[in-house]
């Protein structure tokens, strides 16, 4: 299956697909651009806001004012659309004060409203990133560290598993999630070969399939619950970011990529930075949303 170009977004790092039932519409952002993006399938139209501070992603808030957003100095804000106004809220709290190497990078709800945010070495050097379960209530509890670009997370339709990824070991780690949140039995799901590029940002469908993007892969791989390898979606570009399903059915699957202005990718893609998109045969899981159900 090959996805199409939907939206040539230009982005330097698209990154956190997100879909927004109340919008209808695609949101990302594009961390190195500092930019915050969105995208609605009814008109086919992308449109895009410049951000003082990059977001690293965002997440829609249960209580529906707008969304929370992880900011590079590991600050929590909120983000707030009026019509086609943006607006950047007061800090609401702050990460890893006492690591400014660091910054944040992927992040998800739960079905309970609880966030699990990853931290990352901004140099993508030293395993100084950790996953953090941020409460509805606001409390935060480091629930696993040693990650030097931790990506994900992701969970299965039944909520007792996440998966989270540390993307220079080329490993995606599955836990076992306990209703009150507590994570246990971490273990090596999937390892990519060096072939494989590295595993990103990834999503599961409702069937528990893992869907994963291949940085330095040109795209994006379907794995069973047991991790054997089911479908693959090619791309016209190498550095394929993130996905996520979107749409009024959830039928469709969105694919976040990025410029082509690294070492991983060679010239002559000039729809890299774009959003895409295809219609696997499956459906997603509703996003989550921050805060008290």
């Known amino acids: 299956m090959d996805a199409h170009c939907v939206w040539e977004a230009g982005a330097q790092l698209g990154e956190g697909p997100v879909w927004s039932p109340s919008r209808n519409a695609l949101f990302a952002v594009d961390i190195r ?87 990352m070495d901004d140099a993508e050097e030293d395993a100084s990133g950790a996953l953090y379960r941020i409460g509805p209530d606001g409390s935060v509890e480091r629930a696993d560290e040693g990650y030097t670009v931790s990506n994900g997370p992701a969970l299965s339709p039944d909520g007792r598993t996440l998966y989270h ?11 076992a999630l306990a209703a009150d949140g507590t994570l246990s039995g971490k273990r090596v799901h999937l390892r990519f070969g060096e072939e494989d590029g590295y595993p990103d940002g990834m999503t599961c469908d409702a069937e528990g399939h893992l869907w994963v993007a291949h940085w330095s892969g040109g795209r994006v791989s379907r794995f069973r ?18 996905c996520a399903f979107g749409g009024p059915g959830l039928d469709r699957l969105f694919i976040t990529t990025a410029a082509a202005t690294t070492q991983d990718a060679p ?27």
Not at 42 to 65: F, I, N, S
Not at 165 to 175: K, L, Q, V
Not at 267 to 293: D, K, N, S
């Open 33 to 119: 651009g500092s930019r915050l993006l969105r995208y609605t399938p009814a008109d086919g139209q992308g449109r895009d806001w410049p951000l003082e501070e990059a977001a690293c992603w965002l997440v829609e808030r249960a209580d529906g004012a707008g969304f929370i957003a992880g900011l590079r100095s590991r600050r929590l804000v909120g983000l707030t659309l009026d019509g086609d106004r943006l607006s950047v809220g007061a800090e609401l709290m702050r990460l890893e004060e006492d690591t400014p190497g660091n910054r944040l990078n992927d992040a998800m709800a739960d079905a309970a409203g609880r966030l699990w945010v990853g931290s």
């Open 165 to 175: 990824t540390d993307s220079p070991r080329r490993t995606i780690y599955a836990f």
């Open 225 to 242: 619950p047991d991790g054997t390898l089911d479908q693959v979606v090619r791309l016209p570009v190498s550095n394929v970011t993130s």
């Open 267 to 293: 010239a002559g893609e000039p729809l890299a930075g774009g959003l895409f998109t295809c219609t696997p045969g499956v459906v997603g899981l509703p996003p989550g949303r921050f805060g008290a159900p």
